[in-house]
């Protein structure tokens, strides 16, 4: 999935807001938690936070990684690792989260500890904003470490619309804060990936270009993801068109006459994609670079 370069503009009113009103939060929080998809670790993520951060401490969390390609998830670790950001990989519904998160953001509180010990205070609450575009699971990561459901979590862009103060054991309290995506996308290929993990709304690209995005896309990295889901062995010999009349025939997507309802088949396609259920895929992997 690669070149392309219309811009593709989608900056909500109430993204806005939220971005305004992140300052004064950004000052009171020690650290900072930045979510993105494990399946497009750098189209997922905002440079308009790191902007607002400056040179504070943050924690890169892959989010989704059940649904990603797992060889290529380590390799962005360890290109995380080269790069000097402290990042981690997790299913967010599954597990022992709390403790794997409190492993991995206690060195980020290490300086604030030890002045605090240095002083003989008692340990004061840490306060962690938790960052991301849309939809990569900011609402279920702080469910997970809350252990039960605090905050609205949908599979869609746009449920979280103001920030909600969450405290969790440990002595932590997190700031969860509404999606936000960059103003524009310059290259028209990184907002696809986006559309396609459902970090977009669908209207913004149609549900054609994105499937045809979605199929060229498999039919080069992984010939075989169908296998399982649609009895299809070698998805290189097929054509778009092909595919989409063998989902329809094994799903009852046909008509009168037995016409394919191509965009209700389109869509089922992009949504089990979506959803991990065609299998553990990634849409990017990261440069080779020598650091």
């Known amino acids: 999935m690669s070149g392309g370069k219309k811009e593709i503009h989608h900056f909500p009113g109430h993204m806005k807001r939220a971005l305004d009103r992140l300052a004064p939060f950004i000052r009171l929080c020690d650290f900072f938690v930045e979510i993105s998809d494990a399946r497009a670790p750098e189209s997922s993520r905002n440079p308009l936070f790191r902007e607002l951060i400056h040179q504070k401490p943050f924690l890169l969390l892959l989010s989704k990684s059940d649904r990603a390609d797992e060889k290529i998830t380590a390799k962005w670790l360890s290109f995380y690792q080269k790069m000097g950001i402290s990042s981690f990989a997790g ?167 037995g016409k394919i309802q191509s965009e209700e088949v389109e869509k089922l396609i992009l949504r089990e994609f979506r959803e991990g259920v065609l299998g553990r895929f990634s849409l990017e992997e990261p440069p080779d670079v020598e650091l």
Do not use: C
């Open 91 to 257: 299913d967010l519904t599954k597990g022992k989260f709390l403790s794997l998160f409190a492993k991995e953001s206690a060195p980020l509180l290490q300086k604030k500890r030890e002045k605090e010990d240095r002083f003989h205070m008692k340990h004061q609450e840490a306060r962690v904003l938790v960052f991301g575009v849309p939809n990569v699971g900011k609402s279920t990561f702080i469910n997970s470490l809350a252990g039960k459901n605090r905050v609205k979590s949908e599979n869609r862009p746009g449920v979280t619309r103001a920030e909600q103060w969450i405290h969790l054991p440990g002595n932590i309290t997190l700031l969860d804060t509404p999606g936000i995506l960059p103003m524009r996308y310059e290259d028209k290929e990184e907002a696809k990936r986006l559309a396609l993990l459902g970090s977009l709304p669908d209207v913004i690209l149609p549900t054609h270009d994105l499937y045809i995005s979605l199929f060229s896309f498999l039919k080069e990295k992984y010939p075989q993801s169908l296998l399982v889901r649609y009895d299809i062995e070698d998805l290189s010999v097929l054509s778009s068109e092909e595919l989409l009349q063998k989902v329809a025939e094994k799903r009852g997507y046909l008509g009168k006459g």
